[in-house]
């Protein structure tokens, strides 16, 4: 579905923004067949496009004219403020959509969409959950807020993207994003502190990491899988594995991670909420029944 | 290759201990076409095995007795010495493979070997990387130590427990079993504080937990690839992902859980860690870089 145009949608799409994010979501949307137009602030950035048969702007308000929707991947919201401000009296905006990927938060995102539609433009806030390599990868996620109408006209354009392109309401879509990205942070950080800690259990790093993350990828899926059914209503019974075995498990890791030099802090702290969850009458429940030190029951029942 | 029997291996294989773990195991040899034996303590447990074919011996030392290798799922070490020590002199031993997944520590595993060794038989010891609802797994993970003859002449059996059934020397096994754990139980108890965080948030905990886990799974099996890449010789030179960028990405991230009233102490170790990795000056580097708050470099070089 192509929008008014006020006569100069010569482009698909346009990208403002040529760090490594953005760089790669232009090119991305190249490949895909999409016709780009770009904008930098510093112009050297756009040059290595041009294989890719991207168009370059030479002032952001060209590039926000020469498409239906442009996207935005700014250093942050204030960046983000400073190149639309600008050119809201100027009519550039008018009749588009800006699907904003600078980081930011939700009150920034909102300040944005109300000058946006101010003049007479649609904003969809948007956040990767991945890195620039995995634009464009069909399990990658991609969270969006705003407005709701201009993100379905143009979902199609932001699966290329992101195969799991999601909307949600703002405060939702913030929270989502926030905790997808605690969790993914902490398995990668607390892999960084695995990998010392192999070094000095006297395991070589460069050849078992790789290892080490294949079969816990696989044993913290089945248990964390195994949680979900419990919180969608199947109860938090122990049977297999409950919160005092696991308590005396984990102590026995650590200790022996200790004894061999190990600086463990992410573990210490894991340690310690299941000692928590303990010590709150939790022990013959199954692991899973942890949570309940961090939400109170009725978050788990219908 | 059938190991030789003193004259009444009239099983293939014998399960010793009948609490989650051996049930399953026993029943699983048996839907696999070995003839199986089985022993417990309690004499009750093993009622609903007879369904499988499984044959149930009255003591210890008949079920010792009956097949070439034993599988001892026993409590602990302890109980593991308890039931064979007093058989050792019996002769119901000799020219057995005795593999051992009752848990322990490294030095009690040794001991047991060399007490194994005295009565004329092989000890394996292994430690099972799941919970008992995977055993039998093609991705499930098994680690082996101890006599690698007796593992290597028992692996086709042992592999059908665990897809990937690996044997190491001592050291090496302990401690790459504790590296597995240790990132398997971060990464799930994290998930309980980010479920908890979810709920504060406002998400609702059924609803979104799956697509919380999907997400970050992704997520972070990718992030954790570019690390290894990084370990194994590619370097941490930042492009993508500098550790000043994770961190102020990591404090915005807190900050927006606190403010929710979120208790978040594992992330809290995780925004602490990343911290100290820009004290120590790498703030320009890939965030794989961190790691090397927990290991020398040297580490991961060839």
Request: charged letters at 25%.
């Amino acid at each position: 579905m192509r929008e008014q145009n006020n006569g100069c949608a010569d482009f698909d799409v346009s990208v403002l923004g040529l760090g490594a994010m953005g760089t790669i979501i232009a090119r991305t949307l190249a490949e895909r067949g999409k016709r780009v137009a770009v904008w930098n602030r510093s112009p050297g950035k756009a040059e290595g496009l041009r294989a890719n048969g991207v168009h370059i702007c030479d002032t952001a308000e060209d590039a926000l004219r020469a498409s239906p929707v442009s996207i935005l991947v700014l250093l942050n919201s204030e960046v983000a403020r400073e190149t639309l401000g600008g050119l809201c009296a100027s009519g550039a905006l008018a009749g588009r959509t800006i699907v904003n990927y600078s980081s930011g938060s939700a009150e920034e995102g909102q300040e944005l969409q109300k000058l946006v539609s101010g003049a007479d433009a649609r904003l969809v806030k948007g956040t990767i959950m991945s890195y620039p390599r995995n634009i464009g990868h069909p399990e990658s996620y991609c969270i969006h807020t705003g407005d709701s109408g201009a993100f379905e006209d143009h979902r199609e354009l932001l699966e290329l993207l992101a195969g799991h392109a999601i909307f949600l309401p703002w405060k939702e879509a913030y929270a989502f994003a926030t905790a997808i990205n605690a969790q993914t942070f902490t398995a990668m950080l607390s892999f960084f502190e695995v990998a010392g800690a192999a070094h000095r259990m006297g395991l070589p790093i460069r050849e078992m990491a790789r290892q080490i993350n294949d079969a816990s990828r696989f044993f913290a899926a089945d248990a964390i899988e195994d949680a979900i059914r419990r919180f969608e209503g199947a109860g938090f019974d122990g049977d297999q594995a409950t919160i005092d075995v696991h308590e005396a498990g984990f102590t026995y890791i650590r200790d022996y991670m200790r004894s061999q030099g190990a600086s463990t802090p992410i573990f210490d702290a894991v340690c310690e909420v299941v000692r928590r969850a303990q010590r709150e009458g939790y022990g013959e429940a199954d692991i899973a029944a942890t949570t309940k030190i961090f939400a109170p029951t009725e978050a788990f029942t219908a």
